[in-house]
Each structure stands twice: as structure tokens, then as C-alpha cells.
Nanobody, 123 residues
Framework: QVQLVESGGGLVQAGGSLRLSCAAS????????MGWFRQAPGKEREFVAA????????YYADSVKGRFTISRDNAKNTVYLQMNSLKPEDTAVYYC????????????????WGQGTQVTVSS
């Protein structure tokens, strides 16, 4: 079992920055990959970024590449999402998730999910 708790969401103006955190507990944190997804009202949950067990490999959705950075601190059992140059279209509930088997980019590949944190970007 893995428990995930996100934090760091909020309201920010366009062009601003936020850093999301996701604290994990349960299984050994360094034994699984982590991802961030987001879901805007009326839309499907979509992939944002993923990071491998060691942090050596990362993947991003095209829509956030160059603006968002995923990282992890295995000593603190925490994964981060640094979001810069935020746009109104980044407004969504952001979820962190754990992939026990691989380093996935699809929602169905992830085994455990946090409760989500709201990010709102005003224009």
C-alpha cells in the first residue's frame, strides 16, 4: 500500500509560479516511479509529468515542457512539481500518483493516487 498526500496548490496570476509537493508513505519510496496528472472541469484526467525511481529519467507532456519540472527527494519520500510561467489553461486539480511497475504516461498504469490539490491561474 502507498498513501499519497499533495500540497502546495493555490491561486496565482498568469506568469507566476507554484511548487506542488506530494508526500508518500507505506512502501519504500525509491521502489516506484511517480507521476503528476491534472484534471480540469469537464475534461479527462491528463498526464503532466513522471519521474523514475532514482530520479534519473523524467517525462513531460508537451503542454508543460520547458515550464514545469518534476523532481523527487527519496530521503524525504517526496515528489515535487515546480510550475513556472503558469497559464490560465493550467487551472486544474493536480494529482500525484505512484506507478509500482514501470514509468508510465497513462492513467491506467498508476496504482495509487492522492486526493488532489487545486491550482487556479487567473488571467
Amino acid at each position: 500500500q502507498v498513501q499519497l498526500v499533495e500540497s502546495g496548490g493555490g491561486l496565482v496570476q498568469a506568469g507566476g509560479s507554484l511548487r506542488l509537493s506530494c508526500a508518500a508513505s507505506g512502501r519504500t519510496f525509491s521502489s516506484y516511479a511517480m507521476g503528476w496528472f491534472r484534471q480540469a472541469p469537464g475534461k479527462e484526467r491528463e498526464f503532466v509529468a513522471a519521474i523514475s525511481r532514482s530520479g534519473g529519467s523524467t517525462y513531460y507532456a508537451d503542454s508543460v515542457k520547458g515550464r514545469f519540472t518534476i523532481s523527487r527527494d527519496n530521503a524525504k519520500n517526496t515528489v515535487y512539481l515546480q510550475m513556472n510561467s503558469l497559464k490560465p489553461e493550467d487551472t486544474a486539480v493536480y494529482y500525484c500518483a505512484a506507478d509500482l511497475a514501470n514509468l508510465g504516461k497513462r492513467r491506467g498504469e498508476y496504482d495509487y493516487w492522492g486526493q488532489g490539490t487545486q491550482v487556479t491561474v487567473s488571467s
